[in-house]
């Protein structure tokens, strides 16, 4: 198969398997975004908040106009002259309270229950001054229900009751104090035409009223937060599933370029007879194979033959079997032997294994369980620490390369860390596409996108992005062109885990570290990205991980979830 220069690599596949030659040795990771958003809904219960803090300022508006025409008419309605001023007096002290909530609702983060609370009791002694001043039953007791029904739709469960309680205790108190001639009648619309049972009975109806009114208003927000909470699932699933869509389509492109039969199909290479393909990389295709003497079922890897022709493929070629066999882990593939050096067609013949990827498992089972993804990271991190201690770093660590064995009988089989074509030394400057851009964009680290220096920690990077996409069914990093995943990995948060997935937002904290965008800020290790996730999972968390956490979300926090406007 030849080079596909002069077109841009799909995203979702290896830079390097679409390209043998990276056309920009010096690539740096695009810039990011002059102005970002100052606020998003983080979920149903914050945009409620949203709606609340919009309702609030509406409230306070309204609690600023209708005062002030009720003062400039006061004048004109009679009644009884100091029920007139208490409640001029009350309406002047809604206008002052409603005014300077409104000040502070003018930047969003002054918003609280309490400031509310206070702005709701000048709210409350103008409507019972009101009351007291028009009449117990009078039209003015509306004003009652309207304010329980304000608070009975905000967030802190303590407003909702104790607005209600205050409002119901109040009007009771007044209105019977008031009947039973504790207090004068001033009411111009007085209640003295009703009988003492009939005016109990209008009081009932008033309570009961106000009852309906605030069971109404929490089932009302109770109901807003179900069915907000079911289109964001409704909105996730959706997205999931166009990432699924997008990442089964590279699959399926990667698999239409293995077309069964190759080139040196059916020839004898060493001591092996070539059967079909089984894979297709940057620099070499990948051969089913029999060993003639012994009969063992291999796997051969043959450079390219335009490959072949490129400066220091060979010695490339030959390091990736050094480095693959240099691994003392059974979590590697196992090279059987390399040769062919001598000759036109130097070969690389590995272990036949038999199973599937990571990619495959994840595509028919969606997602993975917390068992599952530790048993994951202890297997496939011992291949990394072996890598370590060979001083060898993979660059490209994603679902493709992570393989389960097939086990026999009742052993459960293995995973292996696959692919070291484009692994390197730690402390060698040379890469794999001469100084270029090689990896896979969704799983590559930002340093790594960068061009920069790579290290284990960047390996550790693709891990957690893996573990990102195994826990919660999606990739933490997609898009339709390179570019703009590339940003995603330099700049971005991916979604809060617990909000896509039925997850512990301790794990939340976990990942947060997997996936820092500094290299010093990660995990050490596989080994205490492991326990830190299973320790999560029982919803511990460490104190100095905790802190960690928190300070990376503050200064990159996660990203948004999709919203009604992008469907």
Known sequence: MGSRRGREPRSGQSLADEAPRAVDSTPVAPPPPEHEPSFAADGPKDLLDTQELSRARLFATLAIVLPVNVLFLLPFLGGELRAREIFGGALVLAVVASAWLLWSLSKDERYD????????TAWLVAALSGIHYFGVFSPVVLVLPLGVYFFGMTRDARAQSAGFAVAAVSYFTLAVVTLRGGA??????GAAPLSPARSMLMIAVTEVALLVTFVDARAARAATVLALARHERALVAVAQKDALLLELQKDLARALDVAGVGRFSETVVGKYKLGGIIGRGAMGEVYEAIHQETREDVAVKLLHTHTLREPGS????????????ALDTPHAVRIIEVGGFDGELPFLAMERLRGEDLAELLRRSGRMTISEVLRLLTEVGAALSAARRADVVHRDLKPRNLFLTKGEGAKAGV???LDFGLSKLATAEITHSGGG???TPEYMAPEQAAGAVVSHRTDLFSLGAVVYRALTGSPAFSGDHIVEVLYQVAHAMPPRPSAIADLRPEIDLVIAVALAKAPAERFESAEELRDALAAAARGEVRADLDARARRLLTVLPWGDLPKADDY
Do not use: Q
Request: proline content about 3%; cysteine-free; hydrophobic content about 55%.
């Open 113 to 120: 229950i309490w400031r509310l609370g206070l702005a709701g």
């Open 184 to 189: 004068s009648d001033p009411g111009v619309l």
């Open 314 to 325: 060979v010695e490339r070629f030959l390091r990736e079997a050094e480095m693959a066999a």
């Open 415 to 417: 995973w292996k860390l």
């Open 437 to 439: 851009l090689v990896g």
